[in-house]
């Protein structure tokens, strides 16, 4: 079992930027899938990028592809997500998401995740 620790957040202005910043608590990161997501206030939770840490392959969403990257740092076991760009429209709860197993049709699923992160809250304000 593994605890996930996000950190990063805040408040930053339009077109600017934040990493966040995903480490595990009890083991590494080997053979999971890192994956984050983001809640906005009164919405469903939505998939915004996965790296799978053992072939570095990353998968993000259309709406932050060019903005967002995520990648990973195997000597300080952490995931990152760089935020560029940043619009008000980012703004929500992150969260690090990570589980074993996950298919490749799942990776976008939160369903398919079972370990989740505490969410750290990104603001970007106009």
């Known amino acids: 079992q593994v605890q996930l620790v996000e950190s990063g957040g805040g408040l930053v202005q339009a077109g600017g930027s934040l990493r966040l910043s995903c480490e595990p608590s009890?083991?590494?990161?080997?053979?999971?899938?890192i994956a984050w997501f983001r809640r906005f206030p009164g919405k469903e939770r939505e998939f915004v990028a996965a790296i799978r840490w053992n072939s570095r392959h990353t998968y993000s969403a259309d709406s932050v592809k060019g903005r967002f990257s995520i990648s990973r740092d195997n000597v300080k076991s952490t995931v990152y997500l760089q935020m560029d760009s940043l619009k008000p429209d980012d703004t929500a709860t992150y969260y690090c998401a990570g589980d074993t197993g996950v298919i490749l049709s799942n990776i976008r699923n939160g369903a398919a995740y079972d370990y989740w992160g505490q969410g750290t809250q990104v603001t970007v304000s106009s």
């Open positions: 009890g083991r590494t990161f080997r053979d999971y899938t």
